[in-house]
C-alpha cells in the first residue's frame, strides 16, 4: 500500500504535471532507485530493467492479493509483463530489496522536485543537508528561534548520493552552508 500511496504523490507533484514522457520516465525510474535506496540487485544493472522489475512486482502482487483495488492504466501494463520473473521470486524482490529498505521510512518530494526516503520521523519544513566528510545526507529540523538544529536522521536523495552532491558543490552548482546543531 506503500508503494500506491507514494506513486500517487509521486504522480500529484507539481513537477510532473504536464511533464514531458521524457521528464514522466526519468521520475518514474528515480520513484524505483529510491523504493531500494538505489540498491537494486547487479543483474538489473540499470534504471530501465530496475523500473520495469520493480513496477512488474508491485503490480502484479497488488492485483494477486487485492483483486478489489483497480490499478490505473499504466500498472496493469505491468501485471504481465513478460519479465521471467516467478511469483516467488517476486516476493523475494519485494522482501528484500524494497520492504527491508523502506521500514520505518517515509517517501518525500522536495520544493525542488527532488525525491528520497528518510526517517519516519521526518516533517514539513526540515531541510536535508550533505555535511562535508559525511557519508549519507542528513535531515535537520530548527530548534525554536535561536538558529540551531538538531539532527533528525539520515535520508536518501536521488542524485544526491555517491558524493554527487560534493561535485555539484564543487561545480558551483550548490553553496556551503554552516549549521549550528543543537
Given at each position: ?96 530489496d ?10 518525500y ?16 519544513g ?57
Amino acid at each position: 500500500m506503500a508503494f500506491l500511496h507514494w506513486r500517487a504523490l509521486l504522480l500529484d507533484s507539481p513537477s510532473l504535471r504536464g511533464a514531458s514522457d521524457g521528464t514522466h520516465t526519468r521520475y518514474q525510474e528515480a520513484f524505483c532507485r529510491t523504493l531500494c535506496l538505489n540498491q537494486f540487485p547487479p543483474k538489473w544493472d540499470d534504471s530501465q530493467k530496475w523500473t520495469a522489475i520493480c513496477y512488474h512486482v508491485f503490480a502484479s502482487l497488488i492485483n494477486e492479493r487485492l483483486k478489489y483495488l483497480p490499478l490505473d492504466r499504466e500498472l496493469r501494463l505491468y501485471i504481465n509483463a513478460d519479465l521471467n520473473i516467478t511469483p516467488d521470486a517476486r516476493r523475494q524482490i519485494l522482501r528484500q530489496d524494497c520492504g527491508s529498505r523502506m521500514t520505518a521510512r517515509c517517501f518525500y518530494l522536495t520544493e525542488e522536485g527532488g525525491m528520497g526516503m528518510g526517517s519516519g520521523f521526518m516533517a514539513p519544513g526540515d531541510i536535508i543537508v550533505v555535511p562535508l566528510g559525511c557519508s549519507t545526507p542528513l535531515i535537520l529540523r530548527l530548534e525554536g528561534s535561536s538558529g540551531e538544529y538538531r539532527v533528525v536522521g539520515d535520508v536518501y536523495i536521488d542524485g544526491y548520493m555517491y558524493g554527487e552532491a560534493a561535485h555539484q558543490w564543487k561545480h558551483g552548482k550548490r553553496k556551503l552552508e554552516v549549521f549550528m546543531l543543537h
